[in-house]
C-alpha cells in the first residue's frame, strides 16, 4: 500500500509515516511551515495537490493530519483556522478523491459537546468550539461529496515525549 501523510511533521502525523514504515508500506509526506528532511512542503490552505510531485504517482490513501488543532488557536484565528481546517481540507480531499486516492480524514471528538459522553458513531454532532465546528463541517461535507472516504474521529492526543506539544507535555513545561 502506498500513503500519503499529510502534515507528518505534526504530533500524529510523524508517528504514523514512521510506523507505517516499519510496517512496509510506502509513506511518503508533507510538512507546512519548514524544509524537513525527506519531506514535502505542502500548505494544505495555499497549494494545489496537482503541483506536488505526488500527483503524477498512483496512491492509495492520503491522510489529512494538517490541521490548527488548537481549541484557542481555532478561535482566537478563526480566518487562518477555517482556511486551513476547512476550506483547504476539503480542497484536497476532493483533489484526492478525483485522482482515486482515499482521503482519510483526521476529525476530532471535539465534533461532541461532551454533555452526554460514551459517544458512538451515529450520534449527532453538536460542537461548542470552533474547532469542533470546524471539523463537523468537514465531516458533513466528505458524507455528501467524497464517495470513498474515511473518517476517523480521534480524542485528546498525548505522548510521553516532553518536546512534543501535546497535554501532558505542555503541563510537564508549565511546572517546570
Keep these: 500500500m502506498k500513503v500519503l501523510v499529510f502534515g507528518a511533521t505534526g504530533n500524529i502525523g510523524r508517528y504514523l509515516i514512521s510506523d507505517l514504515r516499519k510496517h512496509g508500506w510506502t509513506a511518503s509526506g508533507t510538512c507546512a511551515h519548514a524544509d524537513v528532511e525527506g519531506l514535502t512542503r505542502f500548505r494544505v490552505e495555499a497549494d494545489e495537490f496537482s503541483a506536488t510531485p505526488f500527483a503524477g504517482e498512483r496512491w492509495d490513501f492520503g491522510v489529512i493530519c494538517c490541521a490548527i488543532s488548537g481549541i484557542d488557536e481555532c478561535k ?29 480524514f483526521l476529525s476530532s471528538d471535539y465534533v461532541f459537546s461532551g454533555e452526554k459522553g460514551s459517544y458512538v458513531e451515529g450520534d449527532s454532532v453538536d460542537p461548542v468550539t470552533a ?14 461529496h467524497v464517495e470513498n472516504a474515511l473518517i476517523v474521529r480521534l ?12 497535554l501532558l507535555s505542555d503541563w510537564y513545561r508549565a511546572m517546570g
Design 155 to 166: 480524542s485528546k492526543v498525548i505522548s510521553v515525549d516532553p518536546s512534543d506539544s501535546t
Design 76 to 104: 482566537r484565528n478563526l480566518s487562518q483556522s477555517r482556511a486551513v481546517n476547512i476550506v483547504g481540507t476539503m480542497r484536497l480531499a476532493g483533489q484526492l478523491a478525483c485522482r482515486g486516492i482515499v482521503p482519510v
Design 131 to 144: 474547532y469542533g465546528q470546524q471539523k463537523a463541517e468537514v465531516e458533513e461535507w466528505l458524507r455528501n
